[in-house]
């Protein structure tokens, strides 16, 4: 049984996302592990005046 376009396609999608994931996948983390309070570094929380 031939699968239809639309599943090749999702299937495909599927496929291409798993190998982008595996192929970019961090590989450091935030010093405290913690990603949701972690401040980018072009933040200056206490500018100087």
């Known amino acids: 049984m031939k699968p239809r376009k639309s599943t090749a ?10 190998v982008v994931y595996v192929l970019v996948k961090p590989t450091e983390k935030t010093p405290d592990g913690n990603l949701f309070n972690a401040v980018p570094t072009w933040v200056n929380p206490a500018p100087e005046r």
């Open 9 to 18: 396609i999702l299937l495909a999608a599927w496929l291409s996302t798993f």
